[in-house]
């Protein structure tokens, strides 16, 4: 089986722009975790989507939103992008409603200039 | 308010000694805490998992305790190998989400030496 991939996989941004990440999870996955890492900060849950409803949402600013396809890939956008929003984006799938273990992708590493 | 602490930033281990890394957590309702590793430009994978009601799990060289009382988790490695050398996250899931969350640790990077 493919593993979660991550497109692209490295961006660069300039600050006010906004930006599309996409995650397509592991075949068969129906829930999709984003989350952000930074130095300082660690690994930070952004929101969950299963069968495109969103279920968990960390917190972070309405800049960031999400949604997730009926294919069950996932997009995530931040507007009016900072330059603290520079960060490894990761996207996670689950095979099912609540599990534990968690299949990352390489992430998306993003910097706002 | 962090959740999910790991205190030591790092640790240092010659190869074939035993490492010892370190969890702390402050959320009674956290159901299952788990391990993961993580290398340079590469995603966390999944390393090994522990229920809140077991103390000790096991698979191969890596063995996870769990003190629920101190509310503390710890992952052995034995023996460790340069290959192990890696960025380890602990994690914890709550019983009570709705759906699939983790709540990580700051990491501690393992280095083990030659």
């Known amino acids: 089986k493919a593993g979660v991939t991550q497109t692209p996989r490295y961006l660069i941004k300039t600050r006010g722009q906004q930006v599309t990440l996409s995650c397509s999870p592991i075949?068969?996955?129906?829930?999709v975790s984003w989350y952000q890492q930074t130095p300082g900060q660690g690994l930070q849950f952004l929101f969950e989507?299963?069968?495109?409803?969103?279920?968990n949402k960390g917190n972070f600013p309405g800049r960031f939103s999400g949604r997730q396809f009926s294919n069950s890939r996932s997009e995530m956008n931040v507007s009016t992008l900072e330059l603290g929003d520079s960060a490894l984006y990761l996207c996670?799938?689950?095979?099912?409603?609540?599990?534990?273990?968690?299949?990352f992708g390489p992430g998306t590493r993003l910097t706002v200039t | 308010d962090q959740q999910v602490k790991q205190n030591s930033p790092s640790l240092s281990v010659q190869e074939g000694r035993i490492s010892i890394l370190n969890c702390d957590y402050t959320?009674?309702?956290?159901?299952?805490l788990l391990w993961y590793k993580k290398y340079p430009a590469e995603g966390p994978t999944f390393l090994i998992s522990i229920s809140s009601i077991k103390d000790k799990n096991e698979d191969g060289r890596f063995t996870v305790f769990l003190n629920k009382s101190a509310k503390h988790l710890s992952l052995h490695i034995v023996p460790s190998q340069p290959g192990d050398s890696a960025v380890y996250f602990c994690a914890a899931s709550a019983r009570n989400n709705a759906g699939n969350m983790l709540t990580f640790g700051g990491g501690t990077r393992l280095m083990v030496k030659p």
């Open positions: 996670a799938s689950s095979a099912d409603a609540h599990s534990y273990e968690q299949y």
């Open positions: 075949s068969g996955h129906r829930s």
């Open positions: 989507y299963f069968s495109e409803t969103q279920r």
């Open positions: 959320n009674s309702m956290f159901d299952y």
